[in-house]
């Protein structure tokens, strides 16, 4: 049983930035990959960025170069930094655990970005 529970969503201008954070706790593995994804109204879920247990990072090709995820593995804490935001990144942001062993999936609650002037 893992929790994830995020935050740092809210409403930000074109342009700004914001930080999401994903704290995982509960009965967690040695060994897991961490992602975020995202949903926009009318559009299917979207891969944002992949991190695994030794950093090696995957970016959808929407974000590449304006987001960078990472990961501490001490706090079993992943974070999504996202910079230069445009309105077309308005989504619901959902934190993804996937277990090396198991492959197991565990999600958050999700959480709303608004890009807006």
């Known amino acids: 049983q893992v929790q994830l529970v995020e935050s740092g969503g809210g409403l930000v201008q074109p342009g700004g930035s914001l930080r999401l954070s994903c704290a995982a706790s509960?009965?967690?593995?040695?060994?897991?990959?961490m992602a975020w994804y995202r949903q926009a109204p009318g559009k299917q879920r979207e891969l944002v960025a992949i991190v695994t247990n030794a950093g090696i990072t995957t970016y959808g090709d929407s974000v590449k170069g304006r987001f960078t995820i990472s990961r501490d593995n001490a706090k079993n804490t992943v974070y999504l930094q996202m910079n230069s935001l445009k309105p077309e990144d308005t989504a619901v942001y959902y934190c993804?655990?996937?277990?090396?062993?198991?492959?197991?999936?565990?999600w958050g609650q999700g959480t709303q970005v608004t890009v807006s002037s």
């Open positions: 509960g009965r967690i593995s040695s060994f897991y990959v």
């Open positions: 993804n655990m996937r277990e090396w062993a198991t492959t197991l999936d565990y």
